[in-house]
């Protein structure tokens, strides 16, 4: 086997790797993007009760002014929840792309390494 192409077919599968690892990572940014874009407000739940508690100013009973009090608490949690999703999705995308970067330079120091081993093949020789 000629020893250029060895080095050419290798070159191209270094290529291709980063390529397919590129695709996976612009994939995933894409979906952290959308699901940051459709997650509802954090707050939405909570205006809704409160729109609820002005348009029902008649529930004046203990059992009724409870579950309004239970709407509200849960309409806390709800938001919690949402800000947690939020940084979950945030954190794991930059480990993803810190991943992305680290396998770039690798790529990157594993061609300079090749052309180095040729260069001292052909030096020997």
Known sequence: ?????????REIGNRTVVAG????VLIL???????FINLPDANAFNARVE??????????????IKLLEILAGSGTAFSDTLSSYRFVVFVLLMFVLRAWWRQR???????VLT????????HTH
Request: net charge positive.
């Open 29 to 35: 940014l894409v979906a952290a993007v959308l699901l």
């Open 21 to 24: 690892i590129a695709a996976i």
């Open 115 to 122: 052309l180095l081993r040729f260069a001292m093949r052909m």
């Open 105 to 111: 330079k690798a790529a990157k120091l594993s061609r």
């Open 1 to 9: 086997m000629n020893t250029t192409s060895a080095i050419e077919a």
């Open 51 to 64: 729109q609820f508690f002005v348009e029902n100013d008649t529930l004046t009973g203990n059992s009724e």
